[in-house]
């Protein structure tokens, strides 16, 4: 089949976890639009317009080994061999200092940050077709570290070391990997009375909080052919917030 465009999607077969809401449901609706075959492994179910559009759903807690394996298995039964695979479920912690973390808490942002994209970098690949992409959601939290995010920065500096790990081992099957490290993002993991909302517009060098629509264009270039000789970085995209400041900002901080 030829490709309408460069940066076509067109019957991609693509499987997409944390996708009922947030980043990964704005990926899935233009990856849909672009005419790929999106496969959605989330505990939630995905909102009705998707599945309308085409979207298959599997309930999967990418914690579990088995559930993870299972899903794989089924994908390839129902839409064959995978040309993307997009890892973007996760979850914050709950904004402690180090010193007064519980154990169970990380425990259960371990299980799905680490222990998710673990997971689908391990299993995901047989599933595959060489040449393929691996895309991975990180965070500026991941490059950054702030306080009371230790435990979800540790893992986001996990996904991006287990990523480039793997772009590393699976180079010569001609599959990329590579991770998007967004800075904060209106999503439903962000309520709107967050700190980081106004702190975003502040921090950011475009003077602004990004909107998911922000994020979906950059999986959409990695997932196309257009970004074949691509692999193993982090792209950031957090409006500049990790660039700079202006004065005013500044100004601000030493009043």
Known sequence: MTNPHPFSLADKAVFVTGGSSGIGLGVCDRFLQEGARVVVADIQTPP????????????????????????????????????????????????????DSDEAVLDSVVGLNFYGTYYLLKYGPRHMRDGGSIITTASVAGL??????????????????????????????????????????????????????????????????????????????LASDQSRYITGQTIVVDGGRLTGFRKAVLKRLAD
Do not use: W
């Open 48 to 99: 009705a317009p998707l599945l309308a559009a085409g979207a298959l759903h599997l309930s999967v807690d990418v914690c579990d080994r088995s559930q993870v394996i299972e899903a794989f298995a089924r994908t390839e039964e129902t839409i064959g061999k995978l040309d993307v695979i997009i890892h973007n479920a996760g979850k914050p912690g709950r904004n402690d200092h180090l010193t």
């Open 144 to 221: 950054q570290q702030n306080e009371g995010f230790f435990d979800y920065s540790a893992t986001k500096a996990a996904t991006i070391s287990m990523t480039k790990t793997a772009a590393v081992e699976l180079g010569l099957r001609g599959i990329r990997c590579n991770s998007i490290a967004p800075g904060p993002v209106k999503t439903p993991m962000l309520p709107p009375q967050h700190y980081l909302n106004t702190l975003a517009k502040h921090l950011s060098t475009l003077g602004r909080i990004a909107e998911v629509d922000d994020l979906v264009g950059v999986y959409h270039f």
